[in-house]
Structure formats: C-alpha cells, structure tokens
C-alpha cells in the first residue's frame, strides 16, 4: 500500500517555474515507478511524465518536453516535478501516481495510487 501527498502548486504567471513534489509513505517506495498527470477543467486527465523506479528512465508528454523534468528521490520517498517556463495552457490539477510494476508508462490504468491532486494555475 502506498499513500501519495502532493505539494507545491500555486498560481504563477507565464515564464515562470515551479517545483511539485509528492510524498509517499510504505515500505515498497523505492519498487514503484512514478507518474505525473494533470487534469484541466473541462477536460480528461492527461499524462505528463514518468519515471521508473531506479530513476534511470523518464518519458514526457510531447507537451511539456524540455521543459518539465521528473525526478525522484528514494531515500525521501519523493518524487518531484520540476516546472519550467510555464504557460496559461499548463493550468491544471496535478496528480502523482504510483505504478508496481516500475517501468514508468505513460498509461493511466498502469498505475495503482493516486494522490489529491495539487493545483497549479498560470496566469498570463
């Protein structure tokens, strides 16, 4: 069992960066690979980048490549989603998952856990 807390969303205005992070609790952290989504108003929640459970391996939505990065950090149980350049069209809430099986797929029904959600609201 894992549970997921995300912080760190706000409102931000157009060019500016943020840094999300989701804590997990449970023993089995370090085995779960860790996805980010978000989800717009009005809209169908999407993918927005993954990473396997060592860390070695991340993907993106074509959307925010280059300038979101995905990390991680197992000994804090902590994946962060480092936010740059932001635009008007990056408002949503933003969700971390957990997937077991560790690879890091750009699936939603991949992923077991879920968190709250955090906002993110970009001005422009």
């Known amino acids: 069992q894992v549970q997921l807390v995300e912080s760190g969303g706000g409102l931000v205005q157009a060019g500016d960066s943020l840094r999300l992070s989701c804590a997990a609790s449970?023993?089995?952290?370090?085995?779960?690979?860790m996805g980010w989504f978000r989800q717009a108003p009005g809209k169908e929640r999407e993918f927005v980048a993954a990473i396997n459970w060592r860390g070695g391996s991340t993907t993106y939505a074509e959307s925010v490549k280059g300038r979101f990065t995905i990390s991680r950090d197992n000994g804090k149980k902590t994946v962060y989603l480092e936010m740059n350049s932001l635009k008007p069209e990056d408002t949503a809430v933003y969700y971390c998952?957990?997937?077991?099986?560790?690879?890091?797929?750009?699936?939603?029904?991949?992923?077991?856990?879920w968190g709250q959600g955090t906002q993110v609201t970009v001005s422009s």
């Open positions: 998952a957990a997937d077991k099986l560790g690879v890091g797929v750009p699936l939603q029904d991949e992923y077991e856990y």
């Open positions: 449970g023993r089995s952290f370090s085995s779960y690979a």
